[in-house]
């Protein structure tokens, strides 16, 4: 992926409310490229410095070495959570402009 699709990634994980999420395949489909690897690499790879938390799987889950942190602040930020992982139904955040970038 191109550092612009990293940038733009990074840019839209920042615009996320406390509290609300992404999956990675909306992201993919808001900035009309890349597909939810794609997202999962760019977060893989440089997603230390934003809410990392607030992008999830379709079924509102992270990988396993990454829950327990995601956890607390799903919880300090009152995300709501069904059995432990969130529940993207009521936590999905829509962006005011869904229009590619």
Do not use: C, N, S
Request: no cysteine; net charge negative; proline share 7%.
């Amino acid at each position: 992926m191109t550092d612009e699709f990293t940038e733009d990634v990074l840019r839209l994980v920042e615009e996320i409310p406390p509290g609300r999420v992404l999956t990675y395949g909306t992201i993919a489909r808001i900035l009309g490229q890349g597909g939810p690897r794609g997202v999962g690499g760019v977060m893989k790879r440089e997603g230390d410095g934003v809410a990392w938390w607030r992008v999830v799987r379709a079924d509102g889950t992270l990988p396993a070495h990454l829950v327990i942190d995601a956890q607390e602040h799903w919880h300090l930020e009152g995300t709501p959570l069904r059995r432990g992982v969130v529940d993207v139904a009521a936590a999905l955040w829509t962006p005011a402009d869904e229009q590619p970038r």
